[in-house]
């Protein structure tokens, strides 16, 4: 029995860990190892990493850190979670069950990125999913937004603010609203319709795409934004956590606590903005929150 399970070893799950193992508390991370933390090669707006660093980078200090306080890790995918009378019980795909007094719910977000193998060395480093995160990293670079529909024309609209030599290819010919078609128009922003061949890189150098109809279009970076993000919620929902209606659990801004007794959630599974360093804000959080609810417990 743990006193904490904490599911997802990502950014939240693993700041989560470090802080629990520091109260010295018994604790296991359940990661299934991927998650966006585990794809993206170089994180740019984080304090104290001014050349940026790696989730990967990330992910393998923090499991290092976590273990010299104790932490335990076991890889494996988390099926299903229930309440027992003495905590919960959650059972991964190899059939094999943990139980623990509390659960951090840290499953994450996966974005919906097209099965290119092309692309994926090129995360984080020329190729990008979030704006906020690296919008600056495309400043005055010409730029292709791969995307569906209104999801990847609203990117286009949004990197204007940081370039604009912009060309957003809709990948699966998804309709675009007329006013969005219309302002994209008004910022100049080139509006190619056609599915992707292939993605043109040089390792890390994103330099393009070819499309079905053999159309080559080249840039010095890229965007993806393909909408139809899957919010890893399911064991929430399966434990009666309330949900965002976009799918996102809801907690206490203060606890990080669910509406279900001693279950906690963290980074981006939360309704939020999705940001690496809010991911280690919320895990710290609820990790505080974690402890004294097992003092309280203990007497």
């Given at each position: 029995?743990?006193d904490?399970l904490?599911?997802?070893?990502?950014?939240?799950?693993l700041q989560?860990?470090?802080?629990?193992?520091?109260?010295?508390?018994?604790i296991?991370?359940?990661?299934?190892?991927d998650?966006?933390?585990?794809?993206?090669?170089?994180?740019?707006?984080?304090?104290?990493?001014?050349?940026?660093?790696?989730?990967?980078?990330?992910?393998?200090?923090?499991r290092?850190?976590?273990?010299?306080?104790?932490v335990s890790?076991?890889?494996?995918?988390?099926?299903?979670?229930q309440?027992?009378?003495?905590?919960?019980e959650?059972?991964a795909?190899?059939?094999?069950?943990?139980?623990a007094?509390?659960?951090?719910?840290?499953?994450?977000?996966m974005?919906?990125i097209p099965?290119?193998?092309?692309l994926?060395?090129?995360?984080g480093?020329?190729?990008?999913?979030?704006?906020?995160c690296?919008?600056?990293?495309?400043?005055d670079?010409?730029?292709?937004?791969?995307?569906?529909?209104?999801?990847g024309?609203?990117?286009?609209?949004t990197?204007?603010?940081?370039t604009?030599?912009?060309?957003?290819v809709n990948?699966?010919?998804?309709?675009?609203?007329?006013?969005?078609?219309?302002?994209?128009?008004?910022?100049?922003?080139?509006?190619v319709?056609?599915?992707?061949?292939?993605?043109?890189?040089?390792?890390?150098?994103?330099?393009?795409v070819?499309?079905a109809?053999?159309e080559?279009?080249?840039?010095?970076?890229?965007?993806i934004?393909?909408?139809?993000?899957?919010v890893?919620s399911?064991?929430a929902?399966?434990?009666?956590?309330?949900?965002?209606?976009?799918?996102?659990?809801?907690?206490?801004?203060?606890?990080?606590?669910?509406?279900v007794?001693?279950?906690?959630?963290?980074g981006?599974?939360v309704a939020?903005?999705?940001?690496?360093?809010?991911?280690m804000g919320?895990?710290?959080?609820a990790?505080?929150?974690?402890h004294k609810?097992?003092?309280?417990?203990?007497?």
């Amino acid at each position: 029995m743990y006193d904490c399970l904490i599911v997802g070893g990502g950014i939240a799950g693993l700041q989560a860990a470090i802080q629990l193992g520091r109260y010295k508390h018994n604790i296991m991370v359940l990661d299934a190892g991927d998650g966006r933390s585990a794809l993206c090669q170089s994180y740019h707006n984080i304090l104290g990493f001014p050349d940026g660093v790696s989730g990967p980078q990330l992910r393998e200090i923090g499991r290092k850190q976590a273990a010299e306080y104790g932490v335990s890790f076991v890889i494996g995918k988390a099926e299903a979670a229930q309440k027992t009378g003495s905590g919960f019980e959650v059972k991964a795909e190899s059939g094999d069950t943990y139980e623990a007094k509390t659960l951090l719910l840290a499953t994450g977000v996966m974005d919906r990125i097209p099965p290119f193998p092309e692309l994926m060395p090129t995360l984080g480093i020329s190729v990008y999913i979030c704006p906020d995160c690296d919008g600056q990293e495309v400043k005055d670079k010409s730029t292709i937004v791969m995307g569906s529909g209104n999801p990847g024309a609203n990117m286009a609209l949004t990197l204007n603010y940081f370039t604009d030599k912009l060309t957003y290819v809709n990948h699966e010919n998804k309709e675009v609203d007329e006013e969005i078609m219309s302002a994209m128009e008004k910022k100049g922003i080139k509006y190619v319709e056609g599915p992707i061949e292939k993605v043109l890189a040089d390792g890390s150098d994103f330099r393009g795409v070819v499309l079905a109809n053999s159309e080559e279009w080249t840039s010095e970076r890229g965007f993806i934004a393909f909408g139809g993000n899957e919010v890893k919620s399911q064991l929430a929902q399966q434990l009666g956590v309330d949900l965002h209606k976009n799918k996102h659990v809801l907690v206490d801004p203060r606890t990080k606590r669910t509406n279900v007794e001693n279950v906690w959630a963290a980074g981006d599974l939360v309704a939020h903005s999705e940001q690496t360093t809010i991911a280690m804000g919320d895990g710290m959080q609820a990790s505080i929150w974690i402890h004294k609810t097992l003092l309280a417990e203990k007497g």
